[in-house]
């Protein structure tokens, strides 16, 4: 789809991957909602959209809340129109080993990168599928196909959330409507103030984080190309093919690099 004069969703925009893609997608000539809990951020992210010369707004959104995300596409429709493209970027983690993890982190992390997801897309489905158009990107992430230790809890969201898209892909493709994965690695943003805590599990320092602008321009390129996944940086993407081939092998070596890391940082 070519994201020019279209009516554009991003949730999580007012920090990092998302307000990245917001501006990425005003660059491109797409009208703008940016959607997310901290209205002074979003404000900053609205503001670089105009910038680029795009019309945008905010609209305050929790995405673990069904009838935020209701409200969300209803007034995206009353302020420009239906929305062609939505990007369910909002997400967050809380690393922890299984042991450790606590319930109510593990609950809160599967309601909104996991049912905040499912909730936005619910809600601009319908008018995809009666338009015979739309484009959905979905940001996952490399752990939504290969569990890491020491984070089990947030891949499980992104694991769900691979599948959901997966299937959702097969579901609505031959209606127009074109269901993209945007796995990244780690990608230097806000996530990691709250991820880390004071912990430090080596296997997320085994790829070199990326920009979000580097995130942004393959969440642009799964809009116009409507291609079913993609994984950046490509060496993550080359080891993610790995995994796939030969997952045992692919633990195997990931659990020998983080020792290896973890022994140096002692
Ligand atoms: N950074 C990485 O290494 C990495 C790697 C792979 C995948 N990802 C994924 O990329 C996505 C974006 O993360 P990021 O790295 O850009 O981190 P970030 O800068 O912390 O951005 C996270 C965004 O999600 C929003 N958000 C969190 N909870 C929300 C809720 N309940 N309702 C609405 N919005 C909510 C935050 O906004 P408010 O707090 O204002 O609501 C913020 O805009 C996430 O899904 C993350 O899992 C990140």
Redesign the pocket.
């Known amino acids: 789809m070519d994201p020019k004069g279209r009516i554009a969703i991003v949730?999580?925009?007012?920090?990092?991957?998302?307000?990245s893609t917001a501006v990425a997608l005003a660059r491109a000539g797409s009208r703008v909602v940016v959607?997310?809990?901290?209205a002074d951020?979003?404000e900053a992210t609205v503001a670089m959209c105009r910038a680029e010369g795009a019309e945008a707004v905010a609209i305050r959104?929790?995405?673990?809340i069904r009838e935020d995300c209701v409200a969300l596409v209803r007034q995206t429709n009353d302020r420009f129109g239906p929305p062609e493209i939505l990007v369910n970027?909002?997400?967050?983690?809380i690393f922890d080993t299984i042991a450790d993890a606590r319930p109510d982190d593990i609950r809160s992390m599967m309601?909104?990168?996991y049912l905040?997801a499912v909730n936005c897309t619910q809600a601009a489905l319908p008018g995809m599928i009666a338009r015979g158009c739309g484009a959905i990107v979905n940001?996952?992430?490399?752990?939504g196909i290969m569990g890491f230790a020491g984070m089990g809890a947030?891949c499980a969201t992104?694991f769900a959330l691979v599948g959901f898209s997966e299937a959702l892909r097969s579901e609505v493709i031959a209606r127009g409507i074109r269901v993209s994965l945007v796995?990244?690695?780690?990608?230097?943003?806000?996530?990691?103030?709250?991820a880390m805590r004071e912990k430090s599990p080596a296997a997320?320092r085994l790829i070199l984080?990326v920009p979000?602008e580097r995130?942004a321009r393959a969440v642009m390129r799964a809009v116009r190309g409507g291609k079913a996944r993609i994984i950046v940086p490509w060496p993550a993407g080359l080891y993610m093919r790995f995994k796939e081939l030969a997952p045992g092998t692919a633990h195997f070596l990931m659990r020998k690099v983080s020792e290896m890391i973890e022994r140096r940082g002692r």
């Open positions: 949730t999580g925009a007012s920090s990092g991957i998302g307000a959607a997310a809990r901290r951020k979003l959104t929790d995405v673990r970027n909002a997400g967050f983690a309601d909104t990168n905040g940001v996952a992430s490399i752990v947030y992104k796995c990244p690695g780690t990608t230097d943003t806000e996530f990691f103030d709250t997320e984080a979000p995130v």
